[in-house]
């Protein structure tokens, strides 16, 4: 089973910027799409971002040009380049497979707010 670690959260003010990262366990990431998600107080989880095997990236409509999906294989690490962002972008923040089947890690937590 994989093990999925999110880091880089944290408080900024609206228009700030954020990096995200998640380290996966094992070689099995390198071989899926894997995509970041995120759940805002009393909503569902939503997909933010998706990245496939091959670089091909999708957004959602709310954070396209705002957000950068990437990864980098040969560290088994996913990473969420955020800017500009705004109060609405306050969640929990989580990468997992596209579509999702592992386990969910802790999340990181992204509170935008002056």
């Known amino acids: 089973q994989v093990q999925l670690v999110e880091s880089g959260g944290g408080l900024v003010q609206p228009g700030g910027s954020l990096r995200l990262s998640c380290a996966a366990s094992g070689t099995i990431f390198r071989i899926n799409d894997v995509g970041w998600y995120r759940q805002a107080p009393g909503k569902g989880r939503e997909l933010v971002a998706s990245?496939?095997?091959?670089?091909?990236?999708r957004y959602t409509d709310s954070v396209k040009g705002r957000f950068t999906i990437s990864r980098d294989n040969a560290k088994n690490t996913l990473y969420l380049q955020m800017n500009s962002l705004k109060p609405e972008d306050t969640a929990v923040y989580y990468c997992?497979?596209?579509?999702?089947?592992?386990?969910w890690g802790q999340g990181t937590q992204v509170t935008v707010s002056s």
């Open positions: 990245i496939s095997i091959g670089g091909v990236t």
């Open positions: 997992n497979r596209y579509p999702q089947t592992w386990d």
